[in-house]
């Protein structure tokens, strides 16, 4: 069973750890993020994007605490840090 999680989304201007600095463009519905939500990594789909509101279902499931901050990542070449979440 997946795990949902809702997020309010900061994205960042520039993507971390790129060669080129690359502009972050939104989080689109049905996208694949990688979450670090404190030691832990996962991946998820994002199922609902609206501005800096973000739900996603986790591929499987992890302690969350609601306040607590996960770090967001998109694949461009590689894993590269977009912005951070506060989980609601």
């Not at 990594?41 to 501005?51: C, L, N, P, Y």
């Amino acid at each position: 069973m997946a795990q949902k999680l809702r997020l309010k989304v900061k994205l960042l201007e520039r993507v971390v750890g790129s060669q080129k600095e690359l502009k972050v463009e939104n989080i689109h519905t049905s996208e694949v993020l990688t979450l670090t939500v404190g030691t832990t990594i996962v991946q998820g789909k994002v199922t609902s994007a609206r501005g800096n509101d973000v739900e996603i279902h986790l591929t499987r499931p992890i302690t969350l605490f609601a306040g607590h901050r996960v770090a967001v990542s998109r694949r461009l070449t590689a894993w590269r840090l977009i912005g951070y979440g506060i989980i609601q």
